[in-house]
């Protein structure tokens, strides 16, 4: 009696091919909602679409300019910001 505990190349294969198959074949195909124009209007949806051109302008022209003020070389000892050559010197 000869037993081989190696796998040939092609057994090696055939549970992939299996797993393969099946993701292949087992979902099935989305279909989309009907729109209705009565029942859209999300609250959150309509306060981010206000909220997104504001929190925009804070950002690039509030807080951008802000950090690039801060990391000017004298007002950022007022900050107490260290340069990273000075963090690591102990």
Request: charge should be negative; hydrophobic fraction near 40%; charged fraction near 20%.
């Amino acid at each position: 009696m000869h037993c081989s505990l190696e796998r040939s190349p092609s057994r090696a294969l055939v549970l992939p091919a299996i797993l393969v198959a099946l993701l292949l074949i087992l979902p099935a195909p989305a279909a989309a909602s009907d729109y209705d124009p009565d029942e859209s209007g999300n609250p959150v949806y309509i306060a981010g679409t206000i909220a997104y051109p504001l929190g925009y302008a804070y950002e690039n022209l509030i807080l951008r300019p802000g950090r690039w003020l801060g990391d000017q070389t004298p007002i950022k000892q007022i900050f107490g910001q260290d340069t990273l050559e000075d963090t690591y010197d102990w």
